[in-house]
């Protein structure tokens, strides 16, 4: 799933941010991710939402 994410992040072209901080806060995220053990495709969704916010 993570391979995903990266391949993901480096077709994506951030358009405010740079792209060190685009990964980093994908980094921070899987890592929210992994800490919480979080497993349902809504709760992943209502957290990754939560840490685009933020």
């Not at 921070?28 to 809504?42: C, F, G, L, M, Y």
């Amino acid at each position: 799933m993570y391979k995903r994410i990266d391949d993901l992040a480096s077709k994506a072209k951030p358009l405010t941010k740079p792209k060190i901080n685009a990964t980093s806060s994908l980094l921070v995220r899987a890592s929210t991710i992994e800490r919480k053990k979080i497993h349902s495709v809504e709760a992943l969704t209502a957290e990754s939402t939560r840490a685009m916010r933020s």
